[in-house]
Nanobody, 115 residues
Framework: QVQLVESGGGLVQAGGSLRLSCAAS????????MAWYRQAPGKQRELVAQ???????NYADSVKGRFTISRDNAKNTVGLQMNSLKPDDTAVYYC?????????WGQGTQVTVSS
């Protein structure tokens, strides 16, 4: 059974940094696309960053230059380093994994950025 468990959310002041981590189990992690999504109150869930099995990345325009996604295939983890945080980054952040046949979500972790 596939499980994704996020950690690292919390409350931070604007301009600060947080690092999110997602631990995956139950699938061959190195073969899967991993991503972070977020959902703010009253808004649709949106893609924040994605990383392919080969390490190629793409980012939402709103986080380019501030956020960095990374993966450690040996530890089955994907991270999201978030710098220069803004109040608009406040949301629940979800870890996402896409395999050849299915996709999975973590339970989400709250990130709150105060002004």
């Amino acid at each position: 059974q596939v499980q994704l468990v996020e950690s690292g959310g919390g409350l931070v002041q604007a301009g600060g940094s947080l690092r999110l981590s997602c631990a995956a189990s139950g699938s061959i992690f190195s073969r899967n696309v991993m991503a972070w999504y977020r959902q703010a109150p009253g808004k649709q869930r949106e893609l924040v960053a994605q990383i392919t099995p080969s390490g190629s990345t793409n980012y939402a325009d709103s986080v380019k230059g501030r956020f960095t996604i990374s993966r450690d295939n040996a530890k089955n983890t994907v991270g999201l380093q978030m710098n220069s945080l803004k109040p608009d980054d406040t949301a629940v952040y979800y870890c996402y994994m896409r395999t050849l046949v299915n996709s999975y979500w973590g339970q989400g972790t709250q990130v709150t950025v105060s002004s």
